[in-house]
């Protein structure tokens, strides 16, 4: 086992302090909606926004401003029995955020949009590393979008932030994800009506597979760029060790391993496959992922014809130690950065 391997062992064993509590919401009988249904009815393109609400800081410091954005979230549940929930007590929910940097009264022509990943309490450790990182090294302003049940977006009764996203209420876990591609689309076609000449989407691990999702479905983002993600949902189920108290409370319903490779085969968000050309994708992937395994990294990337990887050494959370390498393939990525500014 390597270094990279052991450091998410040890932190995947840490991650049962947060997920003592189990699921006892069985909705599998409810997922026959989900089952079969195209990917471009699964995931639908989004209703324009009647508005975004702009909240920019009474402080900044450099050239740099960072705003807060905040709209309805306009996604429907095909569930009816999750529609109830997402209209009560998952209130919270049905407002988006974003932060977005640029400079002050202007913006570039060109707007990367980040994704966080899974069980992010909010977008501060980004917005002191990456993102600016990317502003300077990119060229290009960047945008920051929150997950469901993450962050503000986190209703009452959660322990801890994304504990409702992944579990074994399976059509709340599959309602999660549609919603995250619902957003991050609604707000990547105002940014584009705002006036922005090109809108990328990356993402870190859950937001990779939400990135990955984008890719597949029209309107596409100008270029995509998963970061240690996969799409392999029937195997990651079962191999990813952060994802225990999911196949635990599953198996206590009386659903087998069998029986939940079949669901997730099923529902063809594991069967998407992309719209965007290979030459508009860049894939970071980490050959000591202990979460998602590069095998398995490997047989969605050969299902997708091999668009350009970048292999880093490490595993899934020391990430960071290459994210110079990360930055530099990004900035060989066909785009339009540049330092052209017009008024937002």
């Known amino acids: 086992m390597g270094y990279g391997e052991t450091v998410d062992h040890v932190v995947g064993k840490l991650s049962r302090i947060l997920h003592l509590r189990r699921t006892n919401i069985d909705t599998s009988h409810e997922l026959t909606p989900?089952?079969?249904?195209?990917?471009?009815?699964?995931?639908?393109?989004?209703?324009?926004?009647?508005?975004?609400?702009?909240?920019?800081?009474?402080?900044?410091?450099?050239?740099?401003?960072?705003?807060?954005?905040?709209?309805?979230?306009?996604?429907?549940?095909?569930?009816?029995?999750?529609?109830?929930?997402?209209?009560?007590?998952?209130?919270?929910?049905?407002?988006?955020?974003?932060?977005?940097?640029?400079?002050?009264?202007?913006?570039?022509?060109?707007?990367?949009?980040?994704?966080?990943?899974?069980?992010?309490?909010?977008?501060?450790?980004?917005?002191?590393?990456?993102?600016?990182?990317?502003?300077?090294?990119?060229?290009?302003?960047?945008?920051?979008?929150?997950?469901?049940?993450?962050?503000?977006r986190r209703p009452k009764g959660q322990l801890f932030h994304g504990e409702w996203?992944?579990?074994?209420?399976?059509v709340r876990s599959i309602e999660s994800v549609r919603q995250a591609v619902y957003d991050v689309r609604a707000i990547m076609a105002w940014f584009r009506e705002l006036g922005y000449e090109e809108v990328g989407i990356s993402g870190l691990s859950l937001g990779g597979c939400i990135t990955m999702l984008t890719a597949c479905v029209a309107p596409l983002p100008d270029y995509a760029i998963p970061m240690i993600s996969h799409l392999e949902l029937p195997d990651a189920i079962e191999e990813a060790p952060i994802l225990w108290r999911m196949k635990d409370d599953l198996a206590r319903f009386g659903i087998d391993a069998a029986h939940r490779r079949e669901i997730f085969t099923r529902v063809t968000l594991s069967q998407a496959m992309?719209?965007?050309?290979?030459?508009?994708?860049?894939?970071?992937?980490?050959?000591?992922?202990?979460?998602?395994?590069?095998?398995?990294?490997?047989?969605?990337?050969?299902?997708?014809?091999?668009?350009p990887i970048l292999w880093i050494p490490g595993g899934h959370m020391t990430f960071p130690i290459a994210i110079g390498d990360v930055v530099r393939r990004m900035k060989a990525l066909p785009k339009h950065a540049g330092d052209d500014r017009i008024k937002c």
């Open 165 to 170: 996203f992944w579990t074994a209420d399976l």
């Open 34 to 152: 989900y089952f079969g249904l195209p990917l471009d009815e699964l995931l639908p393109e989004p209703a324009r926004l009647p508005d975004v609400r702009r909240v920019a800081p009474r402080f900044r410091i450099g050239g740099m401003t960072t705003e807060t954005l905040s709209w309805p979230s306009l996604h429907e549940p095909l569930s009816d029995g999750y529609k109830r929930r997402h209209a009560n007590e998952y209130d919270a929910n049905r407002t988006a955020y974003a932060r977005w940097i640029h400079q002050k009264s202007l913006r570039r022509k060109s707007l990367l949009l980040y994704v966080h990943g899974w069980l992010e309490p909010g977008s501060w450790v980004e917005e002191a590393t990456l993102m600016p990182l990317w502003y300077r090294e990119l060229g290009v302003d960047v945008a920051h979008v929150q997950l469901p049940f993450h962050g503000r």
């Open 274 to 307: 992309p719209l965007l050309p290979n030459d508009k994708q860049l894939w970071v992937a980490a050959r000591e992922d202990g979460y998602l395994k590069a095998e398995l990294v490997e047989q969605q990337w050969n299902r997708w014809n091999k668009p």
